[in-house]
């Protein structure tokens, strides 16, 4: 029983760690319907700012808390400016453009912002400092569950919430949906579709800053390279939850995170992918837009 | 055109048949030593067979300065096989056509094996500076085949011997990155530990590298009961690993391979990688045979020497001194003083094992101390 549970909370923390980026994904595809590939390396970038920040309020001798509250905010705000730029300058010219245009330029923008930072940092793995405090009361179950891994999970927990606040009961929200639903329409009624896109990367990037953070400190080392594996599970558990919707995805990324963890605890982990992708193509047959995508016919 | 081809191609083998004649039956004449060194010469991979014609030369110019072997002068025969199996073919015929007496190389693995099957039949020695597959010397085909190379599973061997005999433990899970040489390790690794029946393997397992955490499979580790993992991959995953373990305040020992003996482990780790074992080439530097070697490639070429320099003039030693010690060029002579003399090389004190290896050559085993890797004594 206590296998099963240790495999559980593995397996939540896979979930929460795929869930916090697949938000920023499933959100900017709900809106304009682009699959962001460059929305991973916006999670590691966002790994490297907090890493540098880090790095000198260490040096200045700040306390744990204090470094862990700056940085993050840094790399949210520093993600948050490259996803508003990456937006204006790789998907903008292109909104008018067939819909496979801009997708292959968000992977030219991807791989320029990998290589970007393997030239300007470096292409070794470097040591992330534990940025999370570890509690007091968890002492006695630590072997199971470890203080990054609580953080991460209420991290996920509140920015779901928050997300799906924003997207339903702000102006702001309205605003998205109805651009998600018809963009010309609500450019008629007097929306500011540039401006409700903007917004939409600028969240988008800010949690997937967040989760960059939050993640290289649990597994306590980074490289430029991280976005990517990272960035395609996510990207699979937007699309098994339902890609658009923000229960979905992160639905969707707990059960991927469950069943790699369980396959790998119950029978092997050399099969973890494989049985991760079957696993999405029998979801895909039987529910073709995912476990909580909207069923509605596409656009004509 | 075509004749005029003709032509060219006629006279350059007429002339090449004419030299060779020549350069046989002065040699015939001389009654020397005759050393075969074999190996690409040409071609992309020139890089790795060009050092140990240098090897050779230096060595035999040096006991060729002090009276030769068995008071004969030692003379090279030098063919290039271009790392080409089917080359390599030929290129041991017309060694073996030569009369060479003992043959360094060949230096890759594939091109080796293609051509000992004909030094076999011709009774030749042959010594490799390079070829680690570890069929040429464990399968048994190949008597007349020893190398100055650990083989691929040295290291393997090298990491069951010591949990099994040093840190003595009984239950060992076998990890590896399903890369290739990761992959390879851990199959030799596990094939080892259940041919030696002292310990158990409880957990064989692949881990998908880069993936975000590894928390399933140190669960896993956990419950098996392993006393020591054995892993076979790079340091990133390693790492990872080796961190998740302890931070579930687990105290399983770890024992790694020479992709995981690199600083950057160490790094990234931190605290975490103390009292990690590691295995890794041996250092020979401190050698005085060693800079013996290096001095003397300088002075001759002007430069520092190239890949398995010191593999093939330790084995340019060993075969010269064979002959020595066996008082001739007899072919079981010349193997039963291989096996029993040692000599003194750069890469330290050799002889050949039963089956060809040479030992105390290949990889040691460090342990990280204070953020440092130490070779364990």
Excluded at chain 1, 125 to 140: G, Q, R, T, V, Y
Excluded at chain 2, 37 to 47: E, M, R, Y
Excluded at chain 2, 58 to 77: C, D, M, R, T, Y
Aim: aromatic share 10%; glycine share 10%.
């Amino acid at each position: 029983m206590d296998y099963f549970i240790e495999l559980f909370l593995g397996g939540l923390t896979r979930g929460s760690i795929y869930a916090l980026i697949a938000l920023g994904y499933t959100m900017v595809y709900g809106i304009i319907q682009l699959i962001n590939f460059a929305h991973g390396e916006i999670y590691m970038l966002g790994a490297f700012t907090a890493l540098i920040v880090a790095g000198i309020l260490t040096m200045l001798g700040w306390n744990q808390v204090a470094i862990l509250v700056i940085a993050s905010i840094v790399a949210v705000v520093y993600s948050a400016a490259y996803g508003f730029t990456i937006e204006k300058i790789a998907y903008k010219p292109l909104r008018q453009a067939p819909r496979l245009s801009a997708l292959i330029s968000a992977i030219g923008m991807s791989m320029f912002l990998q290589y970007y930072v393997l030239l300007a940092q470096t292409s070794n793995f470097l040591p992330f400092p534990n940025l999370i405090p570890d509690f007091k009361f968890l002492e006695p179950i630590e072997h199971i569950v470890r203080s990054s891994e609580i953080v991460i999970y209420a991290t996920t927990a509140i920015v779901m919430v928050l997300l799906t606040g924003l997207i339903k009961f702000t102006k702001i929200g309205k605003a998205m949906r109805a651009t998600a639903q018809d963009r010309d329409m609500a450019m008629l009624v007097g929306v500011d579709v540039n401006k409700v896109i903007s917004m939409t990367f600028i969240v988008g990037s800010a949690t997937a800053a967040l989760g960059g953070v939050l993640i290289a400190s649990h597994t306590g080392q980074i490289n430029y390279y991280i976005g990517f594996i990272a960035g395609i599970k996510a990207f699979v558990a937007a699309v098994l939850g339902g890609i658009g919707s923000m229960p979905g995805a992160v639905l969707g990324s707990l059960v991927l995170g469950m069943s790699e963890s369980f396959f790998t605890g119950y029978i092997s982990s050399d099969y973890e992918d494989v049985f991760a992708f079957l696993f999405l193509v029998f979801t895909l047959i039987f529910r073709p837009s995912g476990i909580l995508g909207r069923t509605d016919t596409d656009k004509v | 055109m075509m004749k005029n081809h003709v032509r060219k191609i006629l006279a350059l083998a007429f002339t090449t048949t004419f030299i060779c004649l020549t350069l046989s039956g002065l040699s015939l004449a001389a009654d020397t030593i005759k050393l075969g060194v074999a190996g690409p010469h040409s071609g992309d991979l020139a890089s790795y067979g060009i050092p140990t014609i240098k090897a050779a030369e230096l060595v035999v110019k040096e006991i060729n300065a002090k009276g030769g072997v068995l008071g004969k002068p030692v003379e090279l025969v030098v063919e290039d096989d271009v790392c080409k199996p089917e080359v390599a073919t030929n290129t041991a015929t017309k060694l073996v056509g030569e009369s060479v007496n003992v043959v360094l190389g060949h230096i890759c693995s594939g091109a080796t094996k293609a051509a000992l099957g004909i030094y076999k039949d011709s009774k030749i020695v042959v010594m490799s500076p390079s070829a680690t597959n570890p069929g040429l010397t464990q399968s048994g085909d190949y008597p007349n085949f020893y190398r100055t190379i650990a083989s691929d599973d040295a290291q393997a061997q090298l990491e069951v011997d010591f949990a099994l005999n040093i840190l003595k433990v009984k239950k060992i899970a076998v990890l590896h990155d399903k890369g290739d040489y990761g992959k390879g390790l851990a199959e030799f690794a596990k094939k080892f530990l259940e041919e030696s029946e002292d310990a158990e393997v409880v957990l064989y397992e692949g881990v998908t590298p880069g993936a975000v955490s590894y928390a399933a499979v140190v669960q896993k580790i956990k419950r098996s009961g392993a006393e020591a993992v054995i892993f076979g991959g790079y340091h990133p995953e390693a790492s990872k690993i080796v961190m998740e373990m302890r931070k579930k305040k687990m105290k399983t020992l770890f024992i790694s391979d020479d992709g995981v003996k690199d600083d950057t482990f160490i790094k990234v780790a931190g605290v975490y990688a103390e009292g990690v074992y590691a295995t890794g080439p041996k250092d020979v530097s401190q050698n005085e045979m060693t800079s013996i070697a290096n001095d003397a490639h300088k002075a001759a070429y002007g430069e520092d020497p190239g890949a398995f320099f010191l593999n093939a003039y330790a084995a340019s030693l060993a075969l010269l001194n064979a002959i020595e010690k066996s008082g001739s060029t007899d072919y079981d002579a010349i193997s039963m003083a291989l096996k029993k003399e040692y000599v003194d090389t750069p890469l330290g004190s050799i002889r050949f094992d039963e089956k060809g290896d040479a030992t105390g050559v290949g990889f040691s085993m460090y342990r990280v101390k204070n953020g440092a890797y130490y070779e364990v004594k």
